[in-house]
């Protein structure tokens, strides 16, 4: 009985397990994918994407099955290996890399053409520091594509409250209400850092389909593209 739990809980944690924990995010990957393809405009064939915070690598396969040059980053050795080995089983070379952004940052000398931070932002102290670096490695001409969630009354019951104890859609604590972010704050630090923005869209969850959809309601979950 043990070992059965013991298993169970290692598959929910499974992050290529669309039954597990990251189930929401299988759900919405087929979105967020067709949302930076439509934005980015280009063909991905040979141009440089960094994935900040990715994970167990649900994007990064997706952009290098389409020709992209994948630099992948997170700080956790779990998601890591998950996706190292993922992307072994179906031949996919991604340069995944242990670091805290902060650091990579320090690092780094590249710059790309395409910059994913997605339901990252919401985790981090200091945002306008690390967004402020971010934009940084974008190159000119290039895109940078954010997804991160609104501060307000509903997005406090719908993520927090609803998402983490009454629908159990994600673990319980894994976000904090007060690092929620609204629209107008990173537009401030993109346009600021001569980014213009080219789309916002809201993601919503339609109960009665039981589909996720992009709308122009932001009010919990978003997404904000900038370009230089």
């Avoid at 189930?23 to 087929?30: E, G, Q, R, T, V």
């Avoid at 931070?117 to 690390?130: A, G, S």
Wanted: aromatic fraction near 10%; glycine fraction near 6%.
């Amino acid at each position: 009985m043990i070992i059965f739990l013991i298993l169970e809980n290692s598959q929910k944690k499974n992050w290529w397990n669309k039954s597990g924990d990251f189930k929401i995010l299988h759900k919405i990957n087929p979105i967020r994918i067709e949302y930076i393809l439509k934005n980015f405009k280009r063909s991905l064939k040979g141009k440089k994407v960094l994935d900040i915070g990715c994970g167990g690598g649900l994007v990064s396969e997706s952009l290098s099955l389409k020709g992209a040059f994948v630099t992948a980053i997170d700080e956790n050795n779990k998601n890591l290996n998950q996706a190292k080995n993922h992307a072994k089983i179906n031949s996919l070379k991604i340069n995944y890399i242990k670091s805290s952004f902060d650091n990579f940052y320090k690092k780094n000398k590249n710059k790309f053409d395409l910059i994913l931070c997605l339901e990252v932002l919401e985790h981090i102290d200091n945002f306008k520091k690390t967004l402020q670096q971010i934009t940084t490695l974008v190159k000119p001409k290039g895109t940078l594509v954010l997804s991160t969630i609104n501060r307000n009354l509903k997005s406090l019951i719908l993520a927090k409250i609803f998402g983490e104890y009454i629908l159990n859609w994600i673990p319980i604590g894994t976000h904090e209400f007060e690092k929620f972010i609204k629209p107008v704050e990173i537009i401030d630090v993109l346009e600021n850092k001569n980014l213009k923005i080219k789309d916002i869209k809201g993601l919503e969850f339609n109960p009665i389909s039981n589909q996720w959809l992009l709308t122009n309601n932001t009010n919990v979950n978003y997404f904000i593209v900038g370009k230089k």
